[in-house]
């Protein structure tokens, strides 16, 4: 077979020295067809086979943006040629692997030449090839085309990699944030369906190009007739980055790409032993963010100020709206006629969905929060910086990512961070992921969080401090006992985005925020609210039989006899509330809580928050409201009503253990249905299944043993 290796690489980089060096004499001139750009061909022997060998013009990018990067990706695309040699100049590596990457992104076989290497040697600096090699996953040898120094080893890994690709492609996965992400696998599944490039490349690239506004790319849309839904897609989310960061998507992807470098580079790839005096402002601040000892610190005091921030700057208009549910709900009681209808709307609707509205301004709060640490490119150092202690655990530095999205900063959503983990590349990394990253603090856990410290403890910003951090160690502590047991296998190196940093603007967090806040809204009028209308009928129906129904009345007429006035108000009063008790532990719902009461006992819940707990298995936002509901049922004189967590802590069953015990199952139980449907599209039913049981039982082992201990020996 002959091999055709193609020369790729900026102009000056030194392809043309090496092509001659490899060449010498046997070289054919000619044009690329219908452009006036030298096209050079060559045949040379490797292993006793020949190999055909064209050097590309220099090119920065594989972008259309000049005749001579048009026909250099148009050469890759159209003639597959079986390898690309990149030839860098290694004294400027960073810019010299921003057209490597773009290589990789295609996903042709690539391996990289360091040229130059006399050059970087006389500047005092070293290149460790071996951790550049393993971090980007492609072969990199060292060469001085000039003298043709390493020239043979290249050919020889040319054409052995060659061989061992065979013509398979394997695009690299950059994720360019997530507003541009999401528009990228929107327009890559349109792509895909309407075969536009179809078997040339990959789908996903063909829709970073058109981001880029690569204008071949678009015309070739335009023609396939998918142009105009891309067009639509990429004017969202162009408008979208203009609005949010005052830039577009082109300068996002560079920025992201460059970061992708950034954080290979960073990585002790380049040692130099003269000082360096040109930093770059990103690289100065991440001298101190991300220092060793520095940076570990800064960034736990950073989260910390933030959890402080959010309740105290929440918790004041959260009284506020809690008061008008409240005031809202006492209104609509009086006005309603006892039955049915007052109940469920009372009760089902404006406890279940006004408790999940009640934490709109924390949540906005902690998302603003989250949000300018993420716009501001800080989030992604924190991942960075975790690195080491992913590994450590069996996971991975784009782990971190998955985590963070899934609540590892409170107020995520377990369903976006299963499906950040597709940029993990490595299967087993990507499978401890997504059986982990339900365990963080998401969105749906923090009213829980809230409502128990309230109740409980004097310090909401410590308690919900210490909850996210149960959620790391215990992501932690599976995913090492999961990589050391059924998904064992090797860790593969860290590279991540690393983008500059850039000051956020107002109104694109407002926006970000926003979007965030207005889907858990969302969430709370259409979900939360059909699955509060079913617990709600869960707990009424069937309704106590007439038998008993009727001992109450008998009961109650009895006391009317012998006692008057407020003493009769307070026995009929306690009746009524017995009665409401034994309808609903008569309830379907009461029926099925009990049922597992003996069990649950063990961790101090009882039949009520049994309830609740199987209610959050729909949708985690609705712990809170059903205890509210239970708790309203079976509760007589709205006007008395105390908040939720003044009736948790006034109760006798509830003490600190139930809490703790409480907040630590509902952390780690089951990820809710949605998150398992995501989990089961993303590995498979296998292990969605597999997280529903083993995750519960883990919980439970836990939420026991610390109820156990601490009611026993603590109290
Ligand atoms: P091209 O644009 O990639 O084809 O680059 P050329 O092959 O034309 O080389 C650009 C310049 O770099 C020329 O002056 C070469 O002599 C010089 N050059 C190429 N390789 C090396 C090398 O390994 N070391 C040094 N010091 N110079 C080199
Ligand atoms: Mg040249």
């Given at each position: 077979?002959?091999?055709?290796?193609?020369l790729?690489?900026?102009?000056?980089?030194?392809k043309?020295?090496m092509?001659?060096?490899?060449?010498?004499?046997?070289?054919?001139?000619?044009?690329y067809?219908?452009?006036?750009v030298e096209k050079r061909?060559?045949?040379?022997t490797?292993?006793?086979?020949?190999?055909n060998?064209?050097?590309?013009?220099?090119?920065?990018s594989?972008t259309?943006?000049?005749?001579?990067?048009?026909?250099?990706?148009d050469?890759?695309?159209?003639?597959r040629?079986?390898?690309v040699?990149?030839?860098?100049?290694?004294?400027?590596l960073?810019?010299?692997?921003?057209l490597?990457?773009q290589l990789?992104?295609l996903?042709?076989?690539?391996?990289?030449a360091?040229?130059m290497?006399?050059a970087?040697?006389?500047?005092g600096?070293?290149?460790?090839?071996?951790?550049?090699s393993?971090?980007?996953?492609?072969p990199?040898?060292?060469?001085?085309?000039?003298?043709?120094?390493?020239?043979?080893e290249?050919?020889?890994e040319?054409?052995?990699y060659?061989?061992?690709?065979?013509?398979a492609?394997e695009?690299?996965?950059?994720s360019?944030?997530?507003?541009?992400?999401e528009?990228i696998d929107?327009?890559?599944?349109?792509?895909?369906?309407?075969?536009?490039?179809k078997?040339?490349?990959?789908?996903?690239?063909?829709?970073?190009?058109?981001?880029e506004e690569?204008?071949?790319?678009?015309?070739?849309?335009?023609?396939?007739?998918v142009?105009n839904k891309?067009?639509?897609?990429?004017d969202?989310v162009?408008?979208?980055?203009?609005?949010?960061?005052?830039?577009?998507?082109?300068?996002?992807?560079?920025?992201?790409?460059y970061?992708?470098i950034?954080?290979?580079?960073?990585?002790g790839?380049?040692?130099?032993?003269?000082?360096?005096?040109r930093?770059?402002?990103?690289?100065?601040?991440?001298k101190?963010?991300?220092?060793?000892?520095?940076?570990?610190?800064l960034?736990?005091a950073?989260?910390?100020?933030?959890?402080?921030?959010?309740?105290?700057?929440?918790?004041?208009?959260m009284?506020w709206?809690?008061?008008?549910?409240?005031?809202?709900a006492?209104?609509i009681g009086n006005i309603l006629?006892d039955?049915?209808?007052?109940?469920?709307i009372?009760?089902g609707i404006?406890?279940?969905?006004g408790?999940?509205?009640?934490?709109?301004p924390?949540i906005?709060?902690?998302?603003s929060?989250?949000?300018f640490l993420?716009?501001?490119?800080?989030?992604?150092?924190?991942?960075?910086?975790?690195?080491?202690?992913?590994?450590?655990?069996?996971?991975?530095?784009?782990?971190?990512?998955p985590?963070?999205?899934?609540?590892?900063?409170?107020?995520?959503?377990?369903?976006?961070?299963?499906?950040?983990?597709?940029t993990?590349?490595?299967?087993?990394?990507k499978l401890?992921?997504i059986?982990?990253?339900?365990?963080?603090?998401?969105?749906a856990?923090?009213?829980?969080?809230i409502l128990?410290?309230?109740?409980?403890f004097?310090?909401?910003?410590?308690v919900?401090?210490?909850?996210?951090?149960?959620g790391?160690?215990?992501?932690?502590?599976?995913?090492?006992i999961?990589r050391?047991?059924?998904i064992?296998?090797?860790?593969?190196?860290?590279?991540m985005e690393?983008?500059?940093?850039?000051?956020p603007?107002?109104l694109?967090?407002?926006?970000?925020t926003w979007?965030r806040?207005?889907q858990?809204?969302?969430?709370?009028?259409?979900?939360?609210?059909?699955?509060?209308?079913?617990?709600?009928?869960?707990?009424?129906?069937?309704?106590?039989?007439?038998?008993d129904?009727k001992?109450?009345?008998?009961?109650?007429v009895?006391?009317k006899?012998?006692y008057q006035?407020?003493?009769?108000?307070?026995?009929i009063?306690e009746?009524?509330?017995?009665?409401n008790?034994?309808?609903?532990?008569?309830?379907?719902?009461?029926?099925?809580?009990?049922?597992f009461?003996?069990?649950?006992?063990?961790?101090?819940?009882?039949w009520?928050?049994?309830?609740a707990?199987?209610?959050g298995?729909?949708?985690?936002?609705?712990?809170?409201?059903?205890?509210?509901?239970?708790?309203?049922?079976?509760?007589?004189?709205?006007?008395e009503?105390?908040?939720?967590?003044?009736?948790?802590?006034?109760?006798?069953?509830?003490?600190?253990f139930?809490?703790?015990?409480?907040?630590?199952?509902?952390?780690?139980?089951?990820p809710?249905f949605?998150t398992?449907v995501?989990?089961a599209?993303?590995?498979?039913?296998?292990?969605?299944?597999?997280?529903i049981?083993?995750?519960?039982t883990?919980?439970?082992?836990?939420s026991?043993s610390?109820?156990q201990?601490?009611t026993?020996?603590?109290?």
């Amino acid at each position: 077979m002959t091999i055709t290796a193609a020369l790729a690489g900026n102009p000056n980089a030194g392809k043309t020295t090496m092509f001659n060096s490899m060449t010498g004499a046997k070289q054919r001139v000619g044009n690329y067809p219908g452009v006036t750009v030298e096209k050079r061909e060559g045949t040379v022997t490797v292993n006793d086979n020949p190999m055909n060998i064209v050097d590309l013009p220099g090119t920065y990018s594989l972008t259309a943006y000049s005749p001579e990067e048009l026909v250099a990706r148009d050469f890759l695309i159209k003639e597959r040629p079986h390898i690309v040699m990149n030839v860098l100049d290694a004294t400027s590596l960073e810019r010299n692997l921003y057209l490597a990457v773009q290589l990789m992104e295609l996903g042709i076989p690539t391996i990289l030449a360091l040229n130059m290497m006399d050059a970087v040697k006389k500047q005092g600096k070293e290149i460790d090839r071996k951790k550049l090699s393993e971090l980007l996953n492609v072969p990199v040898i060292e060469t001085i085309a000039r003298s043709g120094k390493g020239k043979k080893e290249l050919l020889n890994e040319a054409y052995n990699y060659a061989k061992e690709k065979d013509g398979a492609w394997e695009p690299l996965h950059i994720s360019y944030g997530s507003d541009l992400d999401e528009a990228i696998d929107e327009m890559t599944e349109f792509i895909v369906e309407s075969g536009l490039l179809k078997n040339q490349c990959p789908a996903r690239w063909v829709a970073i190009k058109f981001l880029e506004e690569d204008e071949q790319i678009i015309d070739l849309a335009m023609e396939n007739g998918v142009g105009n839904k891309l067009t639509e897609i990429s004017d969202k989310v162009s408008k979208h980055c203009y609005d949010t960061f005052k830039t577009y998507p082109e300068a996002l992807i560079a920025d992201y790409r460059y970061g992708y470098i950034a954080s290979v580079v960073k990585q002790g790839v380049i040692k130099s032993n003269t000082p360096e005096n040109r930093i770059e402002f990103s690289d100065k601040i991440d001298k101190v963010l991300t220092h060793r000892f520095a940076g570990p610190v800064l960034m736990l005091a950073i989260l910390y100020s933030m959890f402080y921030l959010t309740f105290s700057l929440g918790e004041i208009p959260m009284g506020w709206l809690e008061s008008f549910f409240e005031w809202f709900a006492v209104t609509i009681g009086n006005i309603l006629p006892d039955g049915l209808v007052k109940s469920l709307i009372v009760d089902g609707i404006i406890g279940g969905v006004g408790g999940v509205l009640g934490f709109v301004p924390l949540i906005i709060v902690m998302f603003s929060m989250i949000t300018f640490l993420e716009d501001s490119g800080y989030m992604a150092r924190m991942a960075y910086m975790l690195d080491r202690v992913m590994r450590t655990f069996g996971l991975h530095g784009s782990s971190v990512m998955p985590f963070i999205v899934s609540g590892g900063i409170p107020g995520g959503c377990a369903v976006p961070g299963v499906m950040a983990a597709r940029t993990l590349r490595s299967e087993k990394e990507k499978l401890a992921t997504i059986l982990t990253a339900p365990f963080m603090s998401c969105g749906a856990k923090v009213p829980v969080v809230i409502l128990l410290a309230a109740a409980f403890f004097d310090n909401s910003a410590i308690v919900m401090f210490w909850t996210t951090l149960g959620g790391w160690v215990a992501a932690f502590i599976v995913a090492r006992i999961l990589r050391s047991t059924i998904i064992r296998g090797e860790a593969t190196p860290f590279v991540m985005e690393l983008p500059p940093y850039r000051m956020p603007t107002l109104l694109g967090v407002f926006i970000h925020t926003w979007e965030r806040a207005w889907q858990y809204i969302k969430k709370a009028g259409t979900v939360i609210l059909a699955i509060s209308v079913i617990i709600w009928a869960a707990m009424t129906f069937p309704g106590l039989p007439q038998d008993d129904i009727k001992s109450f009345e008998d009961q109650r007429v009895t006391l009317k006899l012998s006692y008057q006035g407020k003493i009769l108000d307070e026995k009929i009063l306690e009746i009524n509330n017995l009665e409401n008790q034994a309808a609903l532990r008569y309830s379907i719902a009461g029926k099925i809580g009990s049922s597992f009461e003996p069990l649950t006992k063990l961790a101090g819940f009882d039949w009520r928050t049994n309830i609740a707990l199987l209610g959050g298995f729909a949708a985690k936002e609705v712990i809170v409201s059903s205890l509210g509901t239970s708790y309203a049922i079976g509760e007589v004189d709205a006007e008395e009503s105390s908040g939720l967590s003044m009736k948790l802590k006034n109760d006798p069953s509830w003490n600190k253990f139930t809490a703790i015990a409480l907040l630590i199952f509902v952390l780690l139980y089951a990820p809710c249905f949605v998150t398992v449907v995501v989990m089961a599209k993303e590995a498979s039913w296998k292990w969605a299944l597999f997280s529903i049981v083993f995750n519960t039982t883990f919980a439970f082992t836990i939420s026991a043993s610390v109820y156990q201990i601490g009611t026993k020996f603590l109290m």
